[in-house]
């Protein structure tokens, strides 16, 4: 058989020449589009695509996640995927929370009674992500949180080698609860380690591995994550001219006041 296709592929043959040219041509095959006919075609298509996965986020994924949360709100949604989630906890959401695509939750009961969930309002979560959580992970309102970003309050295994060389599990001290505040945005495939609280406003960068707290309206990039900008408003430099003139004014006055009373 190998002789053959060998054969088929390279000899100078009638035959195998042929092959190839037939070959060629019906891989090269293609039919007309008129309009009339595919856009119809396509607008059924996409209908149907549509009405199948409505029906599979309402009445499939979102019941299923739901089953497994402790408290949420209105407006709960998910995308039309099945989140995986290990061992249990508590999940707790609020209002218009958007869990979308596909979602790891993994709770580990060893640190712990219930290990906790909590996600604030109208804050949207991308397919992807992987949440740890081995005591208490709480992610607040209005946060974007992007594809592939991975949060653990606990690496799983602990520091010290000949415990970890043991298979024993991390020390109570090791598993620290991890607050993002709220209208944070992590960026895609960024990761937050335990015991890192994110500042409200503050903005991760894509990939950016956080290992410390970031203060409130920052913006942290790079392994391990620094500070690159600040988001609070600054004074415009026109202004602040103004302001100085506006002072230096002052001061010659209180000067002229101060020289004419001596």
Known sequence: MKNLVRFLASSDHDVARAVRHV?????????PAPRPIVVPMRMAFEAAREAYYFGARVLVCEPHFKSHCAQYGKGVRTGNFIHYIQGRGDILLGDNVVLDGKINFVFARRFCDRPTLRIGDNTGIGHGCRIIVGKSITIGKHCRI?????????????????????????????????????????????????????????????????????????????????????????????ANRADAKKHGADDAGRRSVSDSAS
């Open 146 to 238: 992007a594809g592939s970003v991975f949060i653990l309050d606990s690496s799983g295994h602990p520091s010290d080698p000949e415990a970890r060389k043991q298979g024993l599990p991390p020390s109570d001290a090791e598993v620290r609860p991890v607050v993002i505040e709220d209208n944070v945005w992590l960026g895609a495939r960024s990761m937050i380690f335990p015991g890192v609280t994110v500042g409200e406003g503050s903005v991760v960068a894509a990939g950016a591995i956080v290992m410390a707290d970031v203060p409130p309206y920052t913006v942290v990039a790079g392994n391990p994550a620094r500070r690159v900008a600040s988001l609070r408003t600054e004074p415009a430099p026109e």
């Open 23 to 31: 070959r060629q041509q019906v891989r090269g095959f293609t039919l």
